[in-house]
Antibody, heavy 119, light 107 residues
Framework: QVQLVQSGTEVKKPGASVKVSCKAS????????LHWVRQAPGQSPEWIGW????????SSAQKFQGRVALTRDTSINTAYMELRGLRSDDTAVYYC????????????WGQGTLVTVSS | EIVMTQSPATLSVSPGERATLFCRAS??????LAWYQQKPGQAPRLLIS???TRATAIPARFSGSGSGTEFTLFISSLKSEDFAVYYC?????????FGGGTKVEIK
C-alpha cells in the first residue's frame, strides 16, 4: 500500500538547519507531487511547499522562501525538506503528504517528524 | 491569502448524535475544499475532497456539502472513534490554507 515514512525526531539550536526525509513506497515515486506541511503544538496545519519528484521543481509558501529547500533522490524514492535559520517558532511536527488526486489535497500523510528548536 | 474560519471551535456531542461542523472561506474557493480528521499523536487523515467526495474507506456517516465560501461537514451518528479534531483546507489558490479546527468532544 502507499506509505510515507519519515525520519526521526530532531533537536536543534536556534540558527541551525534541519533536514527531514520522507521515504515513499507502494506507488511510482515520480508520478505524484509531494507536499510538506507543519503543525506547531496546539495549532492547525500550515502548508510549506511542494515538489515534483519527476522534475525536482516545485514551490513554497512565501513565508518560507529563502529558508526552505525541497529536494528528492529518485534512486531511493525519498524526498527531503531542509529548513535553515531555525527559530523557536519553527518548533513543530513536520509532515510530508502525497497529492494523489486532481486537487492539492493530501492523502496519505507521513507519520510526522518532531523538530524542536531550543537553546 | 485565503483565510479559512471554522466553527464552532469545540462541539460537545453524545455518541449516536449528529454533528455539524462549519467552514467559511474569506473568498470563493469553488468546490476546492477538503476535510481532515486528526486524533492525538497522529497525522491528519483525509475524509472529504472536492467539498463532498468521500475518500477511500471513509464511512458513509461522513458527508460534506457547500461551495463558494460556505461548507459543512456532517457526521450522522457519532461513534466513539469519531471524537477528534477536524480541519478544512482550501486548494483553490496558493498558498494552500487550513482552518483553525473544530474539536468534537464527548458530551
Amino acid at each position: 500500500q502507499v506509505q510515507l515514512v519519515q525520519s526521526g525526531t530532531e533537536v536543534k539550536k536556534p540558527g541551525a538547519s534541519v533536514k527531514v526525509s520522507c521515504k515513499a513506497s507502494g506507488y511510482s515515486f515520480t508520478s505524484f507531487y509531494l507536499h510538506w506541511v507543519r503543525q506547531a503544538p496546539g495549532q492547525s496545519p500550515e502548508w510549506i511547499g511542494w515538489i515534483s519528484p519527476e522534475t525536482g521543481g516545485g514551490s513554497s509558501a512565501q513565508k518560507f522562501q529563502g529558508r526552505v529547500a525541497l529536494t528528492r533522490d529518485t534512486s531511493i524514492n525519498t524526498a527531503y525538506m531542509e529548513l535553515r535559520g531555525l527559530r523557536s517558532d519553527d518548533t513543530a511536527v513536520y509532515y510530508c503528504a502525497l497529492k494523489l488526486g486532481r486537487g492539492n489535497y493530501f492523502d496519505p500523510w507521513g507519520q510526522g517528524t518532531l523538530v524542536t528548536v531550543s537553546s | 491569502e485565503i483565510v479559512m474560519t471554522q466553527s464552532p471551535a469545540t462541539l460537545s456531542v453524545s455518541p449516536g448524535e449528529r454533528a455539524t461542523l462549519f467552514c467559511r472561506a474569506s473568498q470563493s474557493v469553488g468546490s476546492n475544499l477538503a476535510w481532515y480528521q486528526q486524533k492525538p499523536g497522529q497525522a491528519p487523515r483525509l475524509l472529504i475532497s472536492d467539498a463532498s467526495t468521500r475518500a477511500t474507506a471513509i464511512p458513509a456517516r461522513f458527508s460534506g456539502s457547500g461551495s463558494g465560501t460556505e461548507f459543512t461537514l456532517f457526521i450522522s451518528s457519532l461513534k466513539s472513534e469519531d471524537f477528534a479534531v477536524y480541519y478544512c483546507q482550501q486548494y483553490n489558490d496558493w498558498p494552500l490554507t487550513f482552518g483553525g479546527g473544530t474539536k468534537v468532544e464527548i458530551k
